[in-house]
T-cell receptor
Framework: AQSVAQPEDQVNVAEGNPLTVKCTYSVSGNPYLFWYVQYPNRGLQFLLKYITGDNLVKGSYGFEAEFNKSQTSFHLKKPSALVSDSALYFCAVRDTRGTYKYIFGTGTRLKVLA | DARVTQTPRHKVTEMGQEVTMRCQPILGHNTVFWYRQTMMQGLELLAYFRNRAPLDDSGMPKDRFSAEMPDATLATLKIQPSEPRDSAVYFC????????????FGNGTRLTVT
């Protein structure tokens, strides 16, 4: 079965420092991986995706993610955090067999401290 | 920008009452998902439609919940009768049926059942 794990409930980082939000996955075929961000009282917004190709994927708002097949990870990164990056971040994998539904992780709350 | 529209944004109701939540997917999208978000359970998939046909509603309590797509521009989620444990934020999301396409989320309906 396909699954996604986000091992950290919360990540704190100082403004200007690099940030990493971790995600590991389990799939039976090729993974289709996504990152979403959720701000208060809003729906999830798409940040970036990995389908195939380069292991470093660039997305919105300066975020990028590194796909590592051997470690089955897809960590979200940003070189310099902003206070406005504080939000809830979700990793997701899309089932590539059968229903094509999305499986979301439990979310990681990022807090960027001024 | 095209958006997924959900109504109402907020709903407060008494236990036992019927609740109907509506979603207008982005024009042209052929897949619609209903998710429920709570602090305890995170993001739960309730139902999933493709080309208006239900593909997966295994996450939905069948005795009180029902989901339909009367036409391509409207998806509904009904709870009858509602219970306090149904209090949550309900999200609708739409997308293309292709494996690598991201979902687009509405801003949710916050339901409170007293």
């Amino acid at each position: 079965a396909q699954s996604v794990a986000q091992p950290e409930d919360q990540v704190n980082v100082a403004e200007g420092n690099p940030l990493t939000v971790k995600c590991t996955y389990s799939v039976s075929g090729n993974p289709y991986l996504f990152w979403y961000v959720q701000y208060p009282n809003r729906g999830l917004q798409f940040l970036l995706k990995y389908i195939t190709g380069d292991n470093l994927v660039k997305g919105s708002y300066g975020f990028e993610a590194e796909f590592n097949k051997s470690q089955t990870s897809f960590h979200l990164k940003k070189p310099s955090a902003l206070v406005s990056d504080s939000a809830l971040y979700f990793c997701a994998v899309r089932d590539t067999r059968g229903t094509y539904k999305y499986i979301f992780g439990t979310g990681t709350r990022l807090k960027v401290l001024a | 920008d095209a958006r997924v529209t959900q109504t109402p944004r907020h709903k407060v109701t008494e236990m036992g009452q019927e609740v109907t939540m509506r979603c207008q997917p982005i024009l042209g999208h052929n897949t619609v998902f209903w998710y429920r978000q709570t602090m305890m359970q995170g993001l739960e998939l309730l139902a999933y439609f493709r080309n208006r046909a239900p593909l997966d509603d295994s996450g939905m309590p069948k005795d009180r919940f029902s989901a339909e797509m009367p036409d391509a521009t409207l998806a509904t989620l009904k709870i009858q009768p509602s219970e306090p444990r149904d209090s949550a934020v309900y999200f609708c999301a739409s997308g293309w049926g292709q494996s690598n396409s991201p979902l687009h989320f509405g801003n949710g309906t916050r339901l409170t059942v007293t």
